[in-house]
């Protein structure tokens, strides 16, 4: 199977570097850009023809508002950039927006930061992943004939992949990305020259149509302000995953934080050209967008009709510019779409991250705090896959309307953030800094707050404008995410405060003497392996005790061990009802009773198995017994393993596996202090089982 | 919940025995006789149905054969109870078919039998719930109206009852059947009355109707015989459940052998009358059925269509002697429902049951043989009942179709059974006995050898007749059951030839040191406990281990372990990239090699919880590690559990579960040389926990 993922891994970059060695090399500034800039790179795609869409519910004459939207748009992306490269400063060691409002604002602005950005992963592959789709389809119409099935395929896919641990690699992310970079800024470069320079009539395959409005005189006044706010809502959605970069500096190459910061600076100015340019193109190319293209285009003076398939802004400029169907049209398509699938990979690697610092914190279940703990990171990859893919189903894929969830998180998350980083800068300047510090602070200070009460702004804005077409959804969720962590929370603390122990304090009644029982249901290899282990660690009194189920074999099982000559004294517990569990738990629980400050050690020998059917077949009474007898104080459990010869197929299993590398490795960077991988490898392989490697 | 399956019980039968007590009593005959024979008495509710849907293929006139196969069920009845009453005089212990066959035969044979024992299982659902559904539509319409909802319903809720363990109880048994004989006893009785000594015209409801036929002329010769044996064939279906007593003979009282005998003498004479009675009264009253009643039954010259719902011909003759609608109609449709729903309850006893003798020669997982092993018996009675439910689901609660199906796998084990005891007789005769005994034994040979040879000829009749019709679903459910659990078979003959260890030979390396490790994450009380419980058995060498994956962590646990002086040696393992599991397993794998012939023995603080969920938030790490440290050979892993105050609720519900009984105890009898349970409970209740009883 992992043939079929490298595959098209080699053909695109020649053979990978060991995925182990990966993870320790740092990103230079040009490899970061791509694995961190995907998402806000790839929204480009859809965001400038969310804000036509808006437009046009006032009718076409409405599209000459979408310059100052533009405008709008990008000097919310100047103050988020700029706000964020105080961020990377600030905290060098990659606090995302949670850790800046958890240390600054406290627990409950943390939880709701992360309870915004788990929602946001979700509508990030379920957006991205769709508008994907919409972008194949303008290609291969199959795809847009079968959109829903489309991206829920295309979301399995990528589900498969990483549950297999394929690692979001730099080079891998960087050849689409810069393709479709390129691409875009061919298209509105090449646009440009013909129609400002050679004044050729570019038309978008919809320049011809009309659109049908419910207010064909326009609006005027609050509708119309209301109006130009909504698409200003829709129009942010080309901010999404801006603060990825925040989270990654750890993986940034020396000086880390500039590095970082450059890097937003650099892709801020990619993502604001890129979304100049296409709005200027529709303008341009004479794009037609309406929200419900059936009714509302019409063609020819007739409604569009079910069949008409809308395609996105960015490929109808293409066709205009390029031409239908011409290799630049289909190049670009494709780069597109895979930028945008590329976009919903890494919501793949950040849920699991940020999921691990939220463990961390005992807002999840601590195991997801360890690295490449497969089990734990699957969980939160289908969970991720599956919430994304209801959405996807609910909302038809249709980027249109799961946009309108999308924004709130996103939001949400920028205002607490730089809310968050406004303290960071009081308290610091609180604690006396040299004047020329001070004077540093001050002024990202500004910075913060102007961003903090402009996303503030644009949040109000996205829930009055949207709250009734879908954003209510993500709060919902938000809230529910928000109730479990706390509920998490709060059991782990009541159980630690439960466990806590005084320094001085003692174990109440220190136990004195340990009774060991080995249980035994026949003479086999199996048996004499916990026989033997038992004698080994000396105890006070040691028995082998059997469960008589059977009386024929009880009898045989007494003469086997006389004639063997076990050292061990043998008793017999009656079960007339052939039952294994209650009469150990009550012969236990009266060995407890008749000397209370006893241990009681019981030594169940267990087979080990290659195959989950092999063990229905076994230790089924074992494990049953095993679960009872830990609710009963005083008593330790033991498994002696037998090794079947079929546990060498799981053995394989699990070293097969134990490469695996966590999702989100990358955007983390490499652990500090770890020693490389590769020398690790060597030497745990010096004389260990001589498995062959690499 | 309990609540829920009491309560009729005690309105029915009054306060009950506890239910372990209930467990002691021997059956007298007047309880054995419904316990055992619902399922055969129940069948005269459809069985006496088909033989004239059967007919009606050939058109109405075809109906003046049925005595003659009336008569041919008769004699096969008489046949099959003579033939087991030899196995039960032979096998007091209670050798069912497949003992008797496993014993005589071979294991081949044991385990053909077996299979389409359970087949038949499967088959005993799907049939009499269908049918007892069709019988309560007769008195309320809307159940036909939604057949397949309503049986699919009824499944799920016996299949509650029995997973509660509502255990059969024979007294709650004797009532319905017992209501339900006398209803057709007073049918007949007073149909025979009207019709012969009053000479009134008795008239069913469809006695009006006409069939169509596709052969309006009747048929002659090989084809007219085939559908004679058709019909036969379907008749057979009262024959479904006489071997039921030969499983049961230890629940009787003493004489065993000889009440077993008479009850199934009891059990023949009432069905064979009933089902007499019931044919003679249908054609008395004009009854007509048909297999496809919406377009064969004519009204008025048209067909019935969808709509008509055809009643099974027992309340059709209800309908006819008593009047439709009146108390005694409705009491006898309400009295046939409830001995069907019975019928099938006995499959869900007699499946674990037999599941159990199957898992004692190990063609089943091994803890289906202890009794009472809730898990075991739940998924048993699971299976049993989604299988029932697709096959209810697949042929829409229809019992004609379902019918089709149903004999081949009685006449499978009755064949081979009766063949069984042929050799069994040939045996003993062998063995030089008296003379008198040696003409007993003779007797008793030729009547099974009649038996066999007459079921055998009934079994290629079924064959012949309804393989296509369905047969061939049983065939490959019997080859499917049969191919398991042949590989279950050798998967345990396999692990135990690998177990296997001469009664001289001793282990091959003697272990000669224990080398003991104490799993820390922090000083808390199971940290001490584990501690305290490990120092306690001594070991040559005891260290506590500590997995580093948070450097402050793992300074502050240094910090507090040398604060409190505690006398083991605290040892750092480095986990740079985070992972709990690796670390530990190199450590013990080189502790190993080190040291081949130690054995290195973990200790592993483990949380005890109550919820399901909370299981989730702890113990992952550990269970992984546990999980992949047996595949390490020289290696025990002991858990020491610390019981936290949630896990107070596990252990009530554990103990709410610790008297539940497993179905199939009744009909098994009492278990030789048990205490009384009563006693035991009072006995262990002793100074135990002290919490309260019955």
Request: a positive charge.
């Amino acid at each position: 199977m992992p043939k079929l993922t490298d595959l098209p891994k080699r053909i695109l970059i020649g053979r990978a570097l060991r995925s182990d060695r990966l993870g320790q090399t740092l990103l230079p500034k040009r490899i970061a850009l791509p694995v961190f800039a995907s998402d806000p790179l790839s929204s480009v795609a859809y965001a400038p023809g969310e804000v036509l869409i808006m437009l046009s519910l006032a009718g076409v004459t409405a599209y000459h508002f979408s310059p100052w939207i533009t405008l709008a748009v990008v000097v919310l992306m100047f103050t988020v950039v700029a706000s964020y490269r105080q961020n990377v400063r600030a905290y060098p060691s990659g606090g995302g927006d949670y850790e800046v409002a958890n240390t600054n604002l406290g627990r409950r602005s943390g939880l709701t930061v992360a309870s915004a950005l788990l929602v946001d992963y979700v509508l990030t592959v379920a957006v991205s992943i769709s508008s994907g789709v919409e972008n194949l389809g303008s290609a291969i119409p199959f795809i847009v004939e079968h959109k829903t099935a489309s991206a829920v395929a295309i979301i399995a896919l990528l589900t498969v992949m990483n549950l297999r641990g394929v690692k979001e690699s730099g080079k891998l992310f960087a050849i689409p990305t810069y393709c479709f970079v390129f691409g875009v800024f061919c298209l509105i470069a090449w646009g440009a020259v013909r129609h400002w320079m050679f004044g050729d009539d570019l038309r978008a395959p919809s320049a011809g149509y009309e659109i049908q409005t419910e207010h064909p005189g326009g609006l005027t006044g609050i509708a119309l302000a209301f109006l130009l706010l909504r698409a200003f809502s829709s129009g942010c959605a080309a901010l999404t995953g801006v603060e990825a970069i925040s989270n990654g500096v750890p993986a940034f190459r020396k000086p880390k934080s500039r590095n970082a910061a450059n890097t937003l600076a650099m892709m801020g100015a990619i993502s604001v050209t890129m979304f100049c340019g296409i709005i200027g193109l529709a303008l341009a190319t004479d794009v037609k967008m309406a929200e419900n293209p059936a009714t509302e285009i019409l063609i020819d003076g007739a409604p569009a009709g079910e069949d008409y398939a809308q395609d996105p802004v960015i490929t109808q400029v293409a066709a205009g510019v390029f031409g239908d169907g011409s290799f630049a049209f289909v190049f670009l398509a494709a780069a597109t779409a895979l930028v945008l699938f590329l976009a919903a990979n890494t919501a793949y690697n950040g849920f699991p991250l940020l999921g691990s610092i939220l463990a961390q914190d005992r807002y999840l279940p601590r195991q997801l705090h360890t690295r490449g703990d497969r089990l734990a990171f699957s969980n939160g990859i289908v969970l991720l896959a599956g919430a994304a893919a209801i959405l996807v189903a609910v909302y038809d894929a249709d980027s249109t309307k799961l946009i309108q969830l999308y924004i709130v998180g996103v939001f949400v998350s920028f205002t607490v953030s730089q809310t968050g980083m406004v303290r960071h800068w009081n308290r610091l300047l609180s604690e006396n800094p040299s004047r020329a510090a001070a004077r540093r602070m001050k002024r990202s200070r500004a910075i913060n707050a102007f961003g903090a009460f402009f996303t503030g702004l644009v949040l109000v804005v996205v829930l009055l404008t949207k709250f009734t077409h879908g954003a209510w959804v993500s709060l919902v969720g938000m809230a529910l995410f928000y109730a479990v962590m706390t509920a998490i929370r709060r059991h782990y603390d009541n159980v630690s405060e439960e466990l806590v122990v005084e320094e001085t304090e003692e174990e109440p009644v220190r136990p004195s003497r340990v009774h060991s029982i080995v249980l035994v249901s026949k003479i086999h290899k199996p048996t004499l392996r916990a026989l033997s282990y038992a004698r080994l660690v000396r105890s006070d009194t040691l028995e082998a005790v059997t469960i008589s189920v059977d009386e024929e074999e009880t009898r045989e099982l007494r003469a086997a061990w006389d004639r063997r000559g076990i050292d061990v004294p043998l008793k017999i517990l009656e079960s007339p009802y052939r039952e294994v569990t209650r009469p150990v738990i009550d012969y236990v629980k009266r060995l407890r009773r008749e000397s209370p400050r006893d241990v009681v050690a019981v030594y169940i020998p267990e087979y080990v198995v290659g195959h989950w059917y092999e063990q229905l077949l076994h230790n089924q009474s074992a494990l049953r017994l095993k679960g009872r007898l830990l609710f009963t104080p005083g008593v330790m459990v033991t498994s002696v393993p037998w090794q079947l010869e079929s546990s060498e197929i799981a053995k394989r299993r699990a070293r097969k596996y134990a490469d695996w590398n966590a999702p989100g490795a990358v955007r983390r960077g490499p652990v500090p202090g770890a020693p490389p991988r590769g020398n690790r490898n060597g030497h745990r392989n010096g004389g260990d089982d001589g498995r062959p490697r690499g």
